[in-house]
C-alpha cells in the first residue's frame, strides 16, 4: 500500500478551474469514453496482445500470473485469483465457502442482478436488506433485522452476508463486520463497482476476507469483454479458487478434486489489463475531482452522494437523487448528455427473485429506483463539460 497511501487518504478536492465555455461543451456526452481512453493507450495495448499472439499462451499465460500479483500488491490482499466474470468471482467465492441449499445468503435489494443470481445460481437463498438513502448501501440495522428473522423461522442458516459497494463506495464493512461476527456470518464484499475505492486507510480488496470484483468495460478498471477476480486475505482460500476455476483440479490440472467449471480468465484480457493499470490512478485521481467539481455546482439543489468518513469512493457512477427525475433526464437527453437510471427497479421485485421477498418489502429501495440518476464521471471529461452537465441539470430542476 505504499505508493497509493496519499491517494487514499487526501480529500477530494475540486480543480476550481474558472468556466470559458469551451468548445467542447456542447459534443454529446458518453456516460463511459472507452474510445477516449483507448486513444491514450492504444500502441501499449497493441504492444502487449502482440506479446500474448508471439509467445502463444492464450489460456494461462504469464500475463495471468502477472497481474494477480500486480493486483494482490496495490490492494494488500493476501492473494489474488483471475477468472471469467465479476458473476463467476461471486460464485466462486461462495462455493469456496462452502454455501449452498439450505444457507440464507443477506444482499441488499437496491443493486445489480447478478449478486442475487450468483446466489440462487450456487442453490442458496437470498435475503433481501434494505439500503441507506444517502449512501445506498446496505443499511447495517435491516442486516441485523433480517438476520434474526431468518433465525427465528429456523429453516435457512444464516451463513452469508455481500454487501455490495454501489457506484463505487465502499459498504459501512465495520458495522457490517461486527453483525456478521455477531450471527457468525462470513462477509464476502461484492466490489464490482468498487475497484480502487477504500476504507479506514485500506483499499477495496482488502477490507474483509473476500472480495469479488469485475472488469466489464465500463467498471472502473476494465477489460475488453468479462472479466473478474476473487482477493482473499487467505492463501488457502485462493489456492481453493485457482482448482474452481479450473474444473476442481489438483495443482497439475489433472484429477478434479472437487465441483469446480471453466472460469478462467483469457490470457488477452490479462495483458489488456496489465496496460490499462498503469493509468488507473491517474484516472482515479480524474473522477475525484469530477466528483468534487459536481457537489460544489449542484450541493443546494440536489441530493448528492454522500462519503462517509474514512472511506473513499472509486467513483465508477456519480447519482443523485430528484424528485422530479424524468424531467432532468429528458432535459440531459435533449442536450445529447447521456444518463442512467441504475437501478430501476429494486431485485426484490423481478420474477426470478419475488419468491424471495418480504411481505413488508423494503421501503428505502423501492423509493431510490423512483429517484436515483446517474450522470456521466469517466476520466476524460473536461471541467467545461462538467459545467455544462450541471448547468443542463439546475435549469431542468
Ligand atoms: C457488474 C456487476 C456484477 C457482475 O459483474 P460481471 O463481470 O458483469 O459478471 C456484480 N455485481 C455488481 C454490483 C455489478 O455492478
Redesign the pocket.
Same mark, same amino acid.
Given at each position: 500500500m505504499t505508493a497509493h497511501t496519499d491517494m487514499l487518504t487526501s480529500d477530494v478536492s475540486s480543480s476550481g478551474a474558472k468556466r470559458p465555455l469551451a468548445a467542447d461543451a456542447n459534443r454529446p456526452i458518453a456516460l463511459v469514453d472507452l474510445k477516449a481512453q483507448q486513444n491514450r493507450i492504444r500502441s501499449a495495448i497493441d504492444g502487449r496482445i502482440r506479446t500474448v499472439m508471439d509467445h502463444g499462451k492464450y489460456v494461462d499465460g504469464p500475463e495471468i500470473a502477472q497481474l494477480e500479483d500486480a493486483l494482490a500488491v496495490r490492494t494488500g490482499a493476501a492473494d489474488v485469483v483471475l477468472c471469467s +466474470?465479476? @458473476?463467476?468471482a461471486?460464485e466462486f467465492a461462495m462455493m469456496a465457502q462452502g454455501i449452498g441449499p439450505g444457507d440464507a445468503v443477506f444482499i441488499p435489494g437496491f443493486?445489480?442482478n447478478? @449478486?442475487a443470481s450468483a446466489v440462487l445460481m450456487v442453490g442458496a437463498t437470498p435475503v433481501f436488506v434494505d439500503v441507506n438513502e444517502r449512501t445506498f448501501n446496505m443499511d447495517t440495522p435491516d442486516l441485523a433485522c433480517k438476520v434474526n428473522q431468518v433465525k427465528k423461522a429456523g429453516k435457512l442458516n444464516p451463513r452469508l452476508v455481500i454487501p455490495?459497494d454501489?457506484f463505487g463506495l465502499p459498504a459501512d464493512y465495520p458495522a457490517i463486520s461486527d453483525v456478521a461476527q455477531e450471527f457468525g456470518l462470513f462477509v464476502l464484499a /461484492?466490489a464490482?463497482?468498487s475497484f480502487g475505492g477504500g476504507q479506514g486507510g485500506r483499499w477495496v480488496g482488502n477490507l474483509v476476507p473476500m472480495t469479488a470484483t +469485475? =472488469? =466489464?468495460p465500463a467498471?472502473p478498471l476494465g477489460c475488453y469483454g /468479462?472479466?473478474?477476480a476473487i482477493f482473499s486475505q487467505s492463501r488457502e482460500q485462493a489456492d481453493i479458487l485457482r482448482s474452481i476455476r479450473w474444473h476442481g483440479t489438483d495443482e497439475s490440472h489433472t484429477e478434479s478434486v472437487r465441483p469446480g467449471t471453466n472460469g478462467r480468465m483469457d490470457t488477452l484480457q490479462a495483458a489488456i489489463l496489465l496496460v490499462k493499470l498503469t493509468i488507473f490512478d491517474d484516472e482515479l485521481a480524474r473522477r475525484r475531482c469530477i466528483a468534487a467539481l459536481y457537489n460544489e455546482r449542484l450541493g443546494d439543489r440536489v441530493k448528492l452522494p454522500i462519503c462517509p468518513p474514512q472511506t473513499q469512493s472509486g467513483w465508477s457512477l456519480y447519482s443523485i437523487l430528484l424528485d422530479d427525475r424524468d424531467r432532468v433526464q429528458a432535459a440531459l437527453t435533449d442536450a445529447q448528455i447521456a444518463s442512467a437510471i441504475y437501478y430501476k427497479q429494486p431485485l426484490h421485485q423481478m420474477k426470478a427473485f419475488k419468491a424471495f421477498a418480504s411481505p413488508q418489502g423494503l421501503p428505502v429501495s423501492e423509493k431510490l429506483s423512483g429517484q436515483i440518476l446517474s450522470l456521466p464521471i469517466h476520466p476524460y471529461l473536461t471541467d467545461d463539460q462538467v459545467h455544462h452537465i450541471c448547468d443542463t441539470v439546475l435549469a431542468a430542476l
Open positions: +466474470s465479476g @458473476t463467476e461471486l443493486t445489480y447478478a @449478486t455490495v454501489l /461484492d464490482a463497482q +469485475s =472488469f =466489464f467498471k /468479462d472479466g473478474g
